[in-house]
Every structure is written in C-alpha cells, then in structure tokens.
C-alpha cells in the first residue's frame, strides 16, 4: 500500500517543548522560534527556545539521577532490556520519525525511512546488547597485589548535535552515553530539532527513568554555550563544524576541564586511478555518494581526484548519471535528491558555487537553485572540472550537492594533494593493484579508508577523523571511552 504522505503530513500534530527530568516543557523563559520546513519555507511549528536557565534545570535533573543510580545502578541485563525496547519503539514509530525528519530537513522520504529511522533503532539496540557483554580488566600485577581496571560512567553527559542526520547523529551520542550508565543532555540543531523531542519521549516509554535523558532545543549560542561552559557537566560530545569544534574546546578550558569529544567537518578526497577494477561503480559512487542527503554529509568525498587518461571517459559516464539526482518533492517515494536544510545553508552552497565559477574551473552541470515553484530551498546536481587544489571550492567544506574534479598524473602526487587539507575525515582510493592500495591506505591521513567503493559502513567500525576532522570516535565499542573514566583499584593481598 502506498503512503499519501502529503495527507499525513497535514494531519501531523508537532510538539516543540523540551524534555526536562520526564516532562515536556516551554523553556523557563517562555521564548520560542519558528520552525521552518526546507520543502516549502513554510512554518511547522513553534519550538523551545531554551538557554542557561533550562541548562540549569536539566543539569540538575541529569546530576540527580546520576547521584541516585536509578540508572547507572541498574543490573546491566536490565538496562540491556531498556535500550532494545527502545530501539523496538523507534522502529514501532518509523513511519512518524521518518516524516518528522523529511519535513524538518528536507531529505527524502524514500531515505529517512530506509536509512535514518533504521540506523538509530540499530545504533540503540546495538549499544544495549554491549552492556551485559564488556568485561573489565586485571591488570598482570605481582602476587602481593590485585590491580582492577574498570570503567565507570563519566556522570552527566551533553550532546550537541548537527542536522544533516538528526536522529543518526543522537542516536550516535546518546547509545553509548547511555549503555555505559551516564545521564544524557541532547542539544539537537535549531534547524531539525523534532525528532530529538520524539526519541526522548520514546526512551520514557521504554522505561529510561526520568533525568537520564534530557532533551533541550535551542540555538548554539544560547543553549549551547550554556552546556559547554556548565560546571557540572563531565563530558561534552559534539557534532558539528569545526568552527564551532573549536570554541567547544574553548568553554572546557573555561570552566571544569569536561571531556570533550569532537566529531567535525571534512573535506574527503576520493582517488580514482587508470587501473580501477571496475569504472562504472567508481562512477557511480563517485556521484552517488556526493549527492547522497543532498551533499550534506560530512564525509561526503567532494575532491574527486582522477588520472588523466581516463578522466574523459569517467566524466562522460558521469554526465551520464547527474540528472538522475535531479531534486525532488522530498515527500514522494520515488526522489532521491531533497531540499537544503534552510534558505542560509542554499545561499552558502550557491556562493560557493559562483566562487568556482569566478577562480575559473568549469561548470559541467546544475550550479544553480531549482523548484523555485514549489517553495523551499534546492540545488541541481553540480559537477565542477578543472578544479586546482588550491581553488577554494577545493579547500572548504562546501556541505552541497558540489563535485569538484580534479585529474592527476602521479598517484604520489595525488595523495599528497589529498592529504593537503586541514581535514581528514575519510578518503576513498580505486586501484587493482592491492601493493598501491595498501601503500595509500597507509598514507592516507584520515579516520576511514575506502578501497574500491566509497559506502561501506557498519556500527561496528568507528567513525572520526585526523587533524581538525575532530578527535573522537563514533560507533563500535571504542565510542564508550568517550563516556567512561577509567579507574584502577589497588588492593594488597599479601
Ligand atoms: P554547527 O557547528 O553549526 O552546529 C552543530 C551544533 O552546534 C548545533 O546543534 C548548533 O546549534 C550547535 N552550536 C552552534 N554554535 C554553537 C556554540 N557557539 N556553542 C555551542 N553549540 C553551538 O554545524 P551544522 O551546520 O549543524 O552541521 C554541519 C557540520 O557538521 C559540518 O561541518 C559537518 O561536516 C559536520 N558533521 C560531522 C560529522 C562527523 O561525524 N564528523 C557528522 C555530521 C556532521
């Protein structure tokens, strides 16, 4: 059967309150903003305009739960069964997050629905399953003692998080965060906060007690800076640019030195060289991937670098393939290419845009606003040739549905010019001969290396970057160092 998904669209009733100590709540201040929809720049709803004073209660309701144990006390076997209820009534109410998410954001249906709402149910059921599975340590100590190496939650946790993969990116923080025992402040975007406010109503639901999951929309500098400047704060994890990564650093060492974990923007090179096993699936995940959630990915691979004596035959195939991600109505099951979150993130990517025009690499496609009809904010698949290094389109994360093709003779010479970037998110590298692969692979400097495809990914591999792509790691059982201390007990058993 298929969804009339205008029909429930209209239908949709939307709560923007936030989430303090299990109740929904205006902010104390009584401020609200408009939450606007990228499909049409039309007004969904009103939303919680928390800052320091919301901070505040939600830190106390987060402390107080923490001191009391009522979650980190729990036997890990029933935590484990908190969690993978919860990501069973993430699942129940697929179809609702999945529109939420489409009408905040602007991505497809088609997507919200196969990826985002799936991803965060797995993401939360995976982390659940750990609890009762990660063992501590005794360290091999002389007979005279008994050394103990464990791990304890940090205490009261906040997320701040982006909003290209708004339930994703929660789901990242808060799994871990909340396997390992800790209480939780998630601070989604302004831009998409209404999936934040569902997923923390769904965690009451599921038997998370009230305080252990707080959930405060808001602007950055508002609520966010409230968070990262808290005193009673232990650990903040962010997502974001690194712009913003970098003042996050700064509000830790201006209060209480709190751990911060950051996961930042990128700027991935993708190599595609003569003797790539196979030209069409490069093509296609060359276009795909960066096309893929309208280019708002942070490890989308946006320098395309391709030897030059296939570079024509490559281009001629991708041609091929761009209008296939042609945008579309985000709500219709069939679109693969949506809207751009708001009308700032459109006018950022068209002036990058015109900037690649006026340093001189040539427009091959799009490079332009489209479906200026329907309302909303889109961008035509746009493919740059001719891109230089050290153009600016190349330098910068763009965050649009922008390739910028660069050509290479010296595979050498490419992957210093890859590795010339501030970033290093992740990296993609085509080649049949598995010596230069393995060569590239090391040399690459970034978190994740893709060889011979650019789409593998899976919960249980981490996701982080090198230099200023951030520090920290998502995913895997690496991401609970980010959310536990680790304390060694001596006892003398002599
Ligand atoms: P952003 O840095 O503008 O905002 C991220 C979050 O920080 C939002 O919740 C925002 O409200 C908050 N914020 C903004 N200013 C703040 C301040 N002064 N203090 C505290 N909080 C503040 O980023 P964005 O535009 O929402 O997201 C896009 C960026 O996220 C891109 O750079 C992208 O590469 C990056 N990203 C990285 C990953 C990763 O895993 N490395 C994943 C997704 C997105």
């Given amino acids: 059967m298929t969804i009339d998904w205008h029909a429930r669209a209209a239908a949709m009733q939307f709560d923007g309150r936030a989430l303090i100590n299990g109740e929904r709540v205006w902010a104390a201040s009584g401020a609200r903003f408009d939450n606007l929809s990228p499909i049409d720049g039309k007004k969904l709803c009103e939303v919680a305009r928390c800052d320091g004073a919301d901070v505040e209660l939600a830190v106390q309701a987060a402390r107080a739960a923490f001191e009391d144990r009522r979650w980190a ?62 063992y501590d340590e005794i360290a091999p100590t002389s007979d005279r ?29 808060i799994a871990p965060a909340l396997a390992a025992g800790n209480s939780v402040i998630l601070k989604p975007s302004e831009k998409s906060p209404l999936s934040a406010l569902r997923l923390g109503e769904l965690a009451l639901q599921a038997g998370i007690p009230p305080g252990v999951l707080n959930v405060l929309p808001g602007f950055g500098h508002e609520v966010g800076s409230s968070l990262g400047l808290h005193m ?101 099951e069939a679109t693969v290419m949506g809207a751009i979150v708001d009308q700032t993130q459109m006018q950022t990517v068209l002036g990058y845009i015109a900037s690649g025009q006026q340093e001189g690499a040539q427009l091959l496609a799009g490079g332009a606003q489209e479906r200026i009809a329907s309302g909303g904010f889109y961008i035509a698949p746009t493919l740059f040739d001719g891109v230089q290094n ?8 763009i965050f649009g549905p922008v390739l910028s093709v660069l050509s290479f003779t010296d595979v050498d010479a490419a992957i210093r010019a890859a590795n010339a970037s501030p970033y290093g998110l992740q990296a993609g590298f085509w080649s049949a001969d598995i010596g230069r692969v393995h060569r590239a692979a090391r040399a690459l400097r970034a978190g994740t290396i893709h060889v011979n495809q650019y789409d593998d990914d899976d919960i249980t591999v981490p996701f982080g970057g090198f230099k200023q792509s951030g520090n920290g790691r998502d995913k895997s059982l690496h991401a609970f160092d980010k959310y536990t201390e680790l304390k060694t007990t001596w006892i003398n058993i002599a």
């Fill in 73 to 134: 006390g729990m036997p890990p076997a029933a935590r484990k069964r908190v969690m993978i209820q919860f990501a069973e009534l993430v699942l129940a109410a697929k179809e609702e997050l999945a529109l939420i998410e489409t009408l905040d954001m602007g991505k497809p249906i088609k997507y919200s629905l196969a990826v985002d709402v799936n991803s965060c149910a797995n993401c939360l059921r995976w982390y659940g399953e750990a609890v009762d599975k990660v």
């Fill in 232 to 332: 009673d704060i232990d650990c903040l994890g962010f997502t974001g640019s690194t712009r913003v990564g970098k003042q996050i650093f700064q509000y830790a060492g201006q209060s209480n030195l709190k751990r911060v974990w950051t996961e930042l923007g990128g700027k991935s090179a993708n190599i595609v060289c003569a003797d790539c096993p196979d030209l069409d699936a490069a093509v296609r995940a060359a276009v795909g991937s960066i096309y893929f959630n309208q280019g708002e990915s942070c490890n989308a691979p946006s320098r395309l670098f391709v030897e030059a004596s296939i570079k024509d035959e490559f281009l001629h195939k991708a041609l091929a393939l761009v209008p296939n991600f042609a945008p579309g109505d985000p709500l219709d």
């Fill in 145 to 173: 003692s008994l050394a103990l190496i464990t791990r304890e939650p940090v205490g009261v946790v906040a997320a701040i998080v982006p909003w290209n993969y708004p339930l994703i990116m929660a789901a990242w923080k």
């Fill in 390 to 397: 050290d153009m600016k389109i190349a330098r910068e994360e």
